[in-house]
């Protein structure tokens, strides 16, 4: 399947319905109080870029965002696939953009957390394939348990 994945702003309704069904897909996976979600209205906040990918209809099929968190530091942010595009790539396709958006601004770090146990496998093995290698909390996140922390160092030169 042919995707294409652009910049966008969240406040669609296409995104809106991603965003919602993300929501939904991580509410038995972990306490509520170890889910970090942003809102639609924190993704279109200027530190924040998102990415949407789309099928040959047109149709929204994933999500992933940037969020900057310094000059040389980003974090990669509420990555999720519509269930029936998973194993296509989508989710690879749409981290190749965010790191090279990345790049271009000069980020040399990505950061990301996501969850963890039966449900994140998938997420896990996506984020190691893509040269991300496990670390520790970060920011303000708390190590509970219920997360795993990810980082991928992109190097120094900003993209041409």
Excluded: C
């Amino acid at each position: 399947m042919a995707v294409t994945i652009a910049i966008e702003t969240p406040l669609q309704d296409d995104v809106r319905t991603l965003v919602a069904a993300l929501n939904e897909h991580l509410l038995p996976l972990s306490p509520v109080e170890f889910q970090f979600k942003m809102t639609v209205e924190q993704m279109a906040g200027a530190d924040t870029n998102v990415f949407v990918a789309r099928d040959e209809a047109g149709r929204a099929v994933g999500i992933g965002a940037l969020k900057a968190l310094s000059p040389t530091s980003g974090e990669v942010k509420r990555m999720y696939t519509l269930p029936e595009v998973r194993g296509l790539r989508v989710g690879s396709a749409l981290l190749v953009a965010i790191e090279d958006l990345a790049r271009s601004r000069g980020i040399t770090e990505l950061l990301l957390e996501t969850g963890v146990g039966e449900g994140f496998e998938g997420a896990h093995r996506l984020y190691l394939r893509s040269g991300f290698a496990s670390r520790g909390a970060f920011l303000d996140y708390p190590d509970s348990g219920h997360s795993a922390f990810f980082e991928k160092h992109l190097g120094s030169q900003a993209a041409a």
